[in-house]
């Protein structure tokens, strides 16, 4: 959706002074030339992020082109589209909204949260369910099943310590059968260093979970234990392809976001070799493009989100390659004692 400008003005409308063409800004008082466009363009595209992030992208983007470029809220804007186009919802309000001359910027309202007891109600049900659904049509052993979603609720874990520890609000865990457990972050990273750490949290922790299953095999001999161990490594291993959305794909945001078409060249061999179903590499396309089109295609409308600093890119990636060594080698030997 585009709008047509307005004529240009002749006078501030706050002061009177007279404008030099093509200004953005009064040069005496400050306010923003072309103050209607954007309280029309933000507005609209603030209501459009959560339904059609892609449209309020090319807003945010012509509301840019009526700000100064060297004001804060240009910046603050610039941020805000790398934020949708990099697939977060940005929730809580644009810093310094209340002096931005764009109204509707102020309107966004602080990112919900579930209370504890919301929260354990929807993780627990769809455990239950998943459980329920593993048994019936899947695995048949009410064992597994269960062992099977406790070491997904443990990766999942992960991610739910990142984002507290951020500050960020998202969803509870919620689990949907035959594609694990997801949970929705209701607020945009800082930058691409705090995804990757989120996005690193859970095959982390779900490592350990594995480690801890495969340790409880090597004591006991139990053959439920080296089965839960062999998966838990896989499903970890599978989560650090690196494309988005999954795990993998949001740390290597922090390396090089160049290094997702590798990913995507991983994805095409794992379907047509059927380690992964032809439905579920759709499904992981149809997410990842649209990221990977937007960013590859032109970073500078990213602000500062990919911009994190070489030592912190270099640690995150050297983090990523020794944990994808680590699932290897347990996979293979999980996979040879089996």
Not at 26 to 34: A, E, T, Y
Not at 226 to 233: A, D, I, P
Not at 311 to 318: F, K, L, Q
Request: glycine content about 8%.
């Amino acid at each position: 959706m585009t709008y047509t400008a307005a004529p240009p003005l002749t006078h501030c409308r706050r002061c009177g002074s007279a404008l030099p063409p093509n200004v953005l800004a009064c040069p005496h008082c400050g306010l923003f030339v072309h103050v209607e466009e954007l309280e029309r363009l933000s507005g609209e595209a603030i209501r459009l992020e959560p339904i059609n992030p892609w449209a309020a992208v090319s807003l945010w983007q012509q509301v840019l082109a009526l700000v100064p470029p060297d004001s804060p809220q240009y910046q603050a804007l610039r941020n805000r589209v790398g934020a949708l186009s990099a697939g977060m919802m940005p929730a809580d309000p644009m810093p310094g909204a209340a002096r931005v001359p764009v109204p509707g910027a102020a309107t966004i309202g602080a990112a919900p949260r579930d209370t504890w007891a919301t929260a354990l109600a929807k993780t627990i049900g769809s455990m239950l369910v998943s459980i329920a659904v593993y048994y019936a049509l899947l695995f048949h052993d009410i064992g597994f099943a269960v062992g099977f979603c406790v070491l997904m609720l443990i990766h999942e874990l992960g991610h739910v310590a990142a984002n507290w520890y951020y500050g960020l609000s998202a969803s509870p865990p919620i689990f949907v059968p035959f594609i694990g457990a997801v949970i929705n972050l209701r607020q945009r990273p800082q930058n691409a260093k705090v995804e990757a750490i989120i996005g690193i949290a859970g095959p982390i922790t779900g490592t350990i979970g594995a480690l801890a299953a495969y340790a409880w095999y090597v004591n006991t001999g139990s053959k439920l234990a080296l089965e839960l161990s062999f998966f838990g490594f896989m499903l970890n291993l599978f989560n650090l392809l690196p494309v988005p959305p999954l795990d993998g794909g949001r740390v290597t945001a922090a390396v090089s976001p160049w290094i997702w078409l590798l990913g995507l060249v991983g994805l095409g061999w794992m379907v047509v070799q059927h380690v992964v179903p032809l439905w579920m590499g759709a499904l992981i396309l149809f997410y990842a493009l649209p990221r990977i089109r937007n960013t590859l295609r032109s970073r500078e409308q990213f602000g500062d989100y990919y911009r994190i600093g070489r030592a912190a890119s270099w640690t995150i990636g050297t983090l990523y390659v020794a944990l994808g060594v680590l699932l290897i080698y347990f996979f293979q030997l999980a996979a040879s004692t089996a």
